[in-house]
């Protein structure tokens, strides 16, 4: 076990980005949906095809609001709710397979790999449970909760799986896939609400402290941090060398993460941002509590499109093909354009989406705060 390391306020490390180069791991498949934003990236892009109209196939009732967001492998769902359980749901039917149950709500989504779920409560611990039968595997205990969801890497000699996670007690911690123990973690100055981040031996994410951290993932020791001028309620996208995140105080961001520079700045109007972009080939897409959803250039944030709701949009949107689809307070989820962001298809569901959607092939499932899980597909 390595020792836990606090470098807030110490001189910036001189490893570069890449330099300690993990595997990085796949990232969605057309039949899967591993994690949350998709990929370990935190991109929110899946390779599945979605029709320009979607059905409501079916809903499943859990014991309180979901504001979890689901994972989809081998024909499964997997969410966490406010009911303090984990759900395993057929993806054919949404019928009950197994649940887990915690000691407090489960806002974290779970993440799925090699059979294991693993997810994060918000009584403090991060969970691996069997995806066949919801058997704990083990619990790791951190020292308050869990909201934001678990990503993952290799260990630096490719041997075993390592899973990351942020809390409320102010550090990032990195344990062991297998077993549940503490690898290293580390501290920083205030909570991490979101999913950390995972590229070029790295993981980045932000927080509270309104700092945007760059710690390698081999031995938990900062790369970098640098000022986000707010703080950070959502989850970076991290891909080219760059990470997109908004915050607080209204305005979405792209950092250079090699020169430790802001590139480029968006505001359009004076609400936060929680949602986590999606990241295209040519486009930022992102919602705000301006209850609308943003496209921007990738290059430098110039706008191209906004597309307007009827209440904030937290869910974060996934880009399927040449199409978005995205939930928003007003209790709509949406399919829009890529190209211009003109509406294609919207469906009333009554109730604030805060929950992500997962996307597979020819199915969208997303959960409400109405306590229900939806699953939309092909007509």
Known sequence: MLSRRHFLGGTLATLALGSLRAEIPTGPSKSAWPMFRGSPELTGLSPASLPAELKLLWTAKTGGPVKSSPAIVDGKV????????LHALSLADGKSLWEFATEDAIESSPLVLDGKVYVGSNDTGLYAVDAKDGKKLWKY????????APNWTKSVDGKENWILTGSYDTRLHCVSAATGKKVWDYETGNYINGCPAVSDGATVFGG??????VISVADGT???EMDAEAYIAGSAAVTGGRAYVGHYENVFLCFDLTNQKILWRYKDRAFPYFASPA??????????RDKRLHCVKKDDGVGVWTFGTRGK???SPVVAGDKIV?????????????????ELW?????????????VVENRVVIGCDDGNVYCFGKK
């Open 279 to 288: 990241i295209t080939k040519d486009f930022v897409v992102f919602g705000g």
């Open 346 to 358: 919207n469906y009333e569901i009554g109730q604030p989406l805060g929950s992500s959607p997962a």
């Open 208 to 213: 509270c402290d309104a700092l945007l951290h």
């Open 326 to 342: 995205f939930g928003s307070d007003d209790g709509r989820l949406y399919l829009v354009s890529l190209k211009d962001g003109s």
């Open 141 to 148: 205990a951190t020292e308050d909760k869990i909201p934001g």
């Open 78 to 85: 997997f969410i966490g709710s406010d009911d303090k359980k």
């Open 313 to 315: 949009v937290d869910s």
């Open 222 to 224: 900062k790369v970098k």
